[in-house]
């Protein structure tokens, strides 16, 4: 007599005590608390990058909402805080480096989206923003990265420029948001702007 198997486990269990289901997550298992956790905790750039500490997600993602605040002065909160948003999912599913995605191909994206979504839903924003918001996110996405990359990840700015483009002009960044934090730091710091941007 043969053993049925079970399927495999999708759902993570979070810090918070919620079970969030990778393949149909509910905004009511999404805590910002577990998001700040887990983004604090993953690094850009597989690590590679100087410094005593690692360069978080969560960092990465205050460095986009402050790029994007500067490239579009007048937008609203609700804005803003998709951006401080926009690589949410990778508190479950860590943040996989472009060429990466690139081999794996399309199943990865599709679980980042439905996460995206419910996150979104969660947190009082449309499951999906419009192409106008998720173009203006993702220049200031590029912005940052070209500077990670250049300030933090060992590339040069010919490299730089090739993969990311070169960035806008007159864009002034604070230094300490290119300075690798501990984990705690970042993740108060990112729970800090969430609470102001709910305001």
Known sequence: MSVRASPPRAWQLMLSGRRLDLLNPSP??????????GLSRVARWN???????AFSVAQHSLLVEA????????????????????DA??????DMISPFKAVIGGDYKS??????????LRFGLSANLT????LAIKQADGVAAYH???????????????????PPQGI??????????????????FLDRFSTLLG
Request: hydrophobic share 45%; glycine share 8%.
């Open 28 to 37: 009511g298992d999404i805590e910002i608390e577990d998001i700040a956790h």
């Open 47 to 53: 690590g590679q990058t100087k410094g005593v500490n």
């Open 67 to 86: 790029i994007f605040c500067v490239l579009n002065p007048d937008a609203p909160h609700e804005e803003r805080r998709a951006a401080l948003l926009h």
């Open 89 to 94: 999912p990778e508190y479950v599913v860590g």
């Open 111 to 120: 679980v980042e989206n439905r996460l995206l979504a419910a996150i979104h």
């Open 131 to 134: 192409t106008s918001l998720t």
């Open 148 to 166: 990670e990359a250049v300030t933090l990840a060992g590339f040069n700015e010919h490299d730089a420029h090739g993969i990311f483009g070169a």
């Open 172 to 189: 002034s960044l604070q230094a300490e948001l290119l300075e690798p934090l501990p984990s705690e730091k970042a993740k108060l710091a």
